[in-house]
């Protein structure tokens, strides 16, 4: 093996087989012995550290081809051992170069915002007082940010809130699992919050979504920060709620957002979230890893408690049941005790719970009996997991290994051994509810294990672990559960699920009442869905990394359909490229298209063009591929070429055709978009005329409104109005979005007949409804609209600048082109009302190279008419005059876009002659 092969590598298949190729190089030593030799690599590289072991079997798996995930860290050091250190560096290149080209599924955070008069979760760690660490720290957050807010309360500012990542508060505790840094970072919070004035905190668990041993692949910092984001906006913008940065408020102090981020993986992961936040947003971070971050307000170590603390500890939860031996002796016991749970919280309330089952027994009897523990971070924990019945241990098993939280019934499911019926398609096959005794019995073990503290159940009655217990016994899982029992676990609870969610959807379709106990029979199917959504996810994502295509592919095709119809764009992407590769044949060309249309949903523009692509190398030109690629071009490639090939499928189908009225109804925009206004009138009209329902729906706000965008191109804005006006009824969440867009049609209509207040008020309504909705995309296009008609009507230059930033900072989490260009443009007309002639120049100018690439038509000469407006208030005629001119001789020019620099230079001439 040497370095030139490894430019070879294209998949972790080929990664899988350099490392079979390096092991019979080395003499073809055991899994076990690897394993040992990583064991002592890592020790010797951190000396300080407990060593990780790898358990053999995890060596073996790093060693069989089919894997989707391989575990980089492990990937490397097993190069290391196996005797050619010179390949760590090719080999991590190689790995990095894999992952680049493929659609990964990533892991799922969970977002929950916490009131400040709702009392914290019960934790045993919580048992420490750490009121003062709280204090001071959330004093030093607030000391970084209410000093500025009363200082810019006495002078009105002009150039609007704090930029993504700028004007942050910051706070990062570090520490091992099981020191507390979880619950003194929500005490942090909340102080923060209560001293902000902010109503909540909203808590961002990561432990799902920030990578593992195992190999689960990271969620990417930016996409994290447009879940949190959307979040901050919509609690925002709940009653009561707070105002995040980049909203209008005549409040003397700011509201600040606090956001708590737990369990964040690296440096990389951290800079890569906080640089996407609203200014002025309070984080408090927590992390096993040191991390660093220059303009944190603190880097605080969590560490374990002093000697007196963990012996003053020990003695109050263990002495009501011990029996008192002697002075001498108790004082003995306990300090062996605080030495055998390593001065952590979290060993010494599982210590407790063990002590509450064994009444009676000395301090000492229990100090031997952790003594007779050989190894492990916890001994006390490792005892306890020990000391667990079979059923405990399957519990714990099936918890740990899980990637999300379960409830009573989804436990029962799994580790069921026997299930009803026998068919194999899920949305078919009844699986009956568990029986009454696994039911039972998994609710008993549940139950046991909170008694423990090995286990949580969260307020929504899901189960879940802490870190350390995790550790523990998800090793333990791999080394007493077969890979194919877990297999068969997983495939059972993913049976039931998507045959209970195909069911809860149908259900959802039609007035039929719930019914039969394998699907949700005593709440609404939508409510159900909803509730279920996270562990749909999670276990689809599970099934894949066991690569179980049916379970994959079933659970995907079960729960798309919800997730894209309530717009959780983010969670389908998540199933779809979880099931990515996990096709039946005959449906293989409908999953890869959902996974482009979800990837094409949260802004992945180049992932679903990728799809596309394989689609067509696969031999599937089929029409319905032509249309997605030409989509896909028009989003990440050239809007003229995009549109030539939509026209294409259009001349090959006719209006009898499906297809026909989904390329129909989606080309007038386009062909608007590069200038052909006359064109996408006539045809946004044949389409209306083709309409076979009238009422108001997604498809026919679509098609309306981009009528009447083309009405105002061919400088008819009355008629445009009218056209516009008849899209505003939709109130059903499917179509109140696309309403949103049609008010901001509305409002352009509205300027271009001079009646500028009434567009602005119609702008602002229509931005109000789309952040009170959660809808980034919806938000960035209103936001646009809202600070171009701010600008043009010079009604609030200081709120104008709040609007942009809002929008500049969804654009870090997705980027489409035509918003871009819009976002570019109200910042340029906004830094020329303001004076800054040579940043808004600037703007302006990289406008016109995203529009010229794009073949963005409309956008350009809207980005030149404001480049004019720029150049004529700088004093700079000449250039005004030459711009506007190019307008006017450009054949892409639409007959309003003539009329608007026809008048700017009208409006010139009578300046120069005057």
């Not at 495939?491 to 106990?517: I, K, M, N, V």
């Not at 006006?725 to 499917?734: A, I, N, V």
Request: with cysteine; proline share 6%.
């Amino acid at each position: 093996m040497h370095q030139g092969e490894l430019e070879q590598v294209r998949t972790l298949d080929d990664l899988v087989r350099v490392l079979q190729s390096l092991r019979t190089d080395a003499g073809e030593p055991s899994f076990a012995t690897i394993a040992t030799a990583v064991t002592r690599l890592r020790a010797d590289r951190r000396p300080a550290v407990p060593a990780a072991r790898p358990g053999r079997v995890t060596i073996y798996d790093a060693f069989r081809t089919g894997r989707r995930r391989l575990d980089p860290e492990l990937l490397l050091d097993i190069v290391a051992v196996l005797g050619r250190p010179d390949l760590v560096g090719p080999v991590r290149e190689a790995h990095t170069r894999v992952l680049r080209h493929r659609i990964v599924a990533h892991a799922r955070p969970r977002l929950t915002v916490v009131g400040l008069g709702a009392p914290l979760p019960h934790e045993p760690i919580s048992l420490a007082d750490r009121s003062a660490d709280a204090a001071r720290l959330a004093a030093l957050l607030l000391d970084t940010l209410l000093p500025d807010d009363e200082a810019s309360s006495s002078a009105p500012s002009h150039t609007g809130a704090a930029a993504p990542g700028e004007g942050l508060a910051v706070v990062i505790l570090t520490g091992m699992p099981g020191v507390g840094k979880t619950t003194l970072a929500r005490e942090v919070a909340r102080c923060a919050a209560a001293g902000s004035g902010a109503p909540s905190v909203l808590e961002v668990g990561l432990r799902t979504a920030s990578g593992d041993d195992d190999g689960h692949v990271p969620l990417p910092p930016h996409d994290l920060a447009r879940e949190i984001t959307t979040a901050l906006r919509a609690t925002a913008a709940a009653p009561g709620g707070s105002s995040p940065s980049g909203s209008t408020t005549t409040a003397v102090r700011r509201t600040h957002p606090v956001v708590l981020l737990d369990d964040v993986p690296t440096d990389a992961d951290l800079a890569g979230v906080l640089d996407r936040l609203p200014g002025g947003t309070i984080v408090v971070v927590t992390s096993r890893r040191r991390l660093t971050w220059p303009r944190a307000v603190a880097h605080h170590e969590v560490e374990g408690l002093t000697p007196a603390d963990t012996t003053a500890l020990v003695s109050r939860l263990l002495g009501p049941c011990t029996t008192p031996e002697g002075p001498a002796e108790d004082a003995a016991a306990l300090e062996a005790l605080a030495v055998r749970t390593g001065a952590l919280p979290l060993a010494i309330a599982v210590l407790a719970g063990q002590a509450s089952k064994l009444p009676g027994w000395y301090l000492s009897d229990h100090a031997q009996r952790l003594d007779s523990v050989a190894s492990g971070l916890l001994p006390a924990l490792e005892d306890a997991y020990d000391g667990l019945p079979a059923a405990g241990r399957e519990v714990l098993h099936l918890l740990a290994r899980h990637p999300g939280r379960l409830d009573v019934r989804e436990v029962a499911v799994a580790l069921q051994h026997e299930t009803t019926g026998g068919g194999t398609d899920p949305a078919t096959d009844p699986v009956a509810d568990p029986a009454a005794d696994p039911l039972a019995d998994a609710a008993a073990a549940l139950e046991s294990l909170r008694a423990d503290n090995l286990v949580r159940r969260d307020d929504d009655g899901r189960h879940d672990l802490h870190d350390a217990v995790r550790e523990i016994a998800a090793r333990r899982a791999l080394e007493q559960v077969s890979r194919s029992e877990h297999a068969r676990q997983t495939t059972a609870l993913a049976r039931d699920l998507a045959h209970r969610a195909a069911l809860a959807w149908r259900r959802s379709a039609s007035t039929q009442a719930p019914e039969g106990s394998a699907g949700p029979a005593t709440e609404d199917p939508i409510a159900w869905l909803e509730r279920h959504v996270e562990v749909t996810v999670t276990t689809t994502q599970l099934a894949a990394e066991l690569d179980l295509p049916g379970a994959t592919a079933a659970l995907g095709r079960a729960i798309l359909p919800y997730l894209v119809r309530s717009e959780r764009f983010s969670d389908a992407y998540l199933v779809a490229s979880s099931a990515d590769g996990h096709h039946d044949r005959t449906a293989e060309v409908e999953d890869l298209l959902m996974l482009a249309r979800a990837a094409r949903l949260v802004g992945r523009f180049d992932e679903a063009r990728a799809v596309h692509d394989r689609l067509a190398a696969a031999g599937h030109a089929t029409l319905e591929l032509r249309m997605e690629l030409g989509e896909s071009e028009a989003m990440v490639g050239s809007m003229e070429q995009a549109v030539a090939d939509l026209e294409s499928v259009l001349a090959e189908t006719t209006p009898a055709d499906p297809l026909w009225g989904a390329v129909a109804y989606k080309l007038p925009q386009m062909l608007l978009l590069v200038g052909r206004a006359e064109d996408a009138r006539q045809l946004a009209e044949e389409v209306i005329a083709r309409l076979e329902d009238t009422s108001v729906t997604a498809w026919t706000i679509v098609v309306r409104s981009n009528l009447a965008r083309a009405l105002r191109e061919l400088d008819d804005p009355i008629g445009s109005e009218r056209i516009a006006r008849t899209c505003l009824d939709g109130t059903d969440p499917g179509t109140r979005r696309f309403a949103l867009l049609a008010e901001t049609v509305l409002a352009d209509a509205l300027d271009a007949q001079g009646r500028a207040s009434d567009a602005l008020a119609v702008a602002e309504a229509a931005h109000a409804e789309a952040v009170a909705l959660d809808d980034t995309a919806i938000a960035a296009v209103t936001g646009c609209a809202l600070a171009k008609h701010l600008c043009l009507t010079g009604h609030d230059d200081a709120r104008a600048a709040d609007v942009v930033d809002g929008v500049g900072l969804t654009l870090r989490a997705f980027s489409y082109p035509a918003i871009e260009i819009d976002y570019l443009v109200a910042r340029g007309r906004l830094a020329a009302r303001t004076h800054r002639a040579t940043e808004g120049r600037r703007t302006l100018q990289r406008a016109l190279v995203i529009a010229g690439r794009s073949g963005l038509r409309i956008h350009e000469n809207d980005a030149r008419l404001a480049l004019g407006d720029l150049e004529l208030a700088d004093g700079e005629a000449p250039a005004a005059r030459e711009v506007w001119t190019a307008v006017l001789a450009d054949p892409a020019t639409t007959p309003y876009g003539h009329r608007l620099a026809a008048e700017r230079l009208a409006r010139l001439d009578h300046l120069t002659h005057a």
